[in-house]
């Protein structure tokens, strides 16, 4: 793959001096050369994993409830509109 250093700052919005330039192609050229080396060990057999540890889910169970009354939802609105909440118009 060739893609310039100049691309690659062009698609990151960034605007690179030449002396950027020069020290993140070598920091690129250096990722690189390590991807090909590891791209070289055979890793049959060897699980893919998304995290180093165990990780599980912290959120809570889904269960029905009764939701709160809108008149309680509404009370402290700056402005309301019926049973709606009024905020300022920003599309003209």
Excluded: C
């Amino acid at each position: 793959m060739d893609v310039s250093i100049d691309h690659l700052a062009r698609l990151a919005r960034l605007t690179l001096a030449e002396e950027e330039k020069v020290l993140y192609v070598n920091q690129l050229d250096s990722i690189l050369a390590y991807m090909e080396t590891l791209n070289g060990l055979d890793t049959t057999g060897v699980d893919a994993t998304a995290h180093i540890i165990s990780i599980s889910n912290v959120l809570r169970e889904d269960t029905s409830r009764p939701s709160l009354a809108r008149e309680d939802a509404l009370r402290n609105a700056p402005d309301r509109t019926d049973a709606f909440y009024r905020v300022p118009k920003i599309i003209e």
